[in-house]
């Protein structure tokens, strides 16, 4: 069973930094990303990295949060960086394997990220 466990999640001022880890089981991805839900807001992707190295990042956080991936260990991490209020949200993990003609996408329990003030 495919596995994917976030940590790193917590309480910081604005302007503080946070790093989320996510440790992934079995085999590697092709895409891993993380995600975010604030309440009454819809799920966004905050950032993203395939097994290239090809990053990509959701406006709002460019040039403060920055994605990076340790394929040896299957760990996908998401150092950010001037955090403000607006981006409090449980953060998720999410990764996907493709095959010819299957996609499987997975997704971790997600960490709570709360920005004060």
């Known amino acids: 069973q495919v596995q994917l466990v976030e940590s790193g999640g917590g309480l910081v001022q604005a302007g503080g930094s946070l790093r989320l880890s996510c440790a992934a089981s079995g085999s590697a991805f092709n895409f891993m990303g993380w995600y975010r839900q604030a309440p009454g807001k819809q799920r966004e992707l905050v950032a993203g990295i395939t097994s290239d190295g090809s990053v990509n990042y959701a406006d709002s956080v460019k040039g403060r949060f920055t994605i990076s991936r340790a394929d040896a260990k299957n760990t996908v991490y998401l150092q950010m960086n001037s955090l403000k209020p607006e981006d409090t949200a449980v953060y998720y993990c999410?990764?996907?394997?493709?095959?010819?003609?299957?996609?499987?996408?997975?997704r971790g329990q997600g960490t709570q990220v709360t920005v004060s003030s």
């Open positions: 999410n990764g996907v394997r493709v095959a010819p003609g299957i996609k499987l996408e997975y």
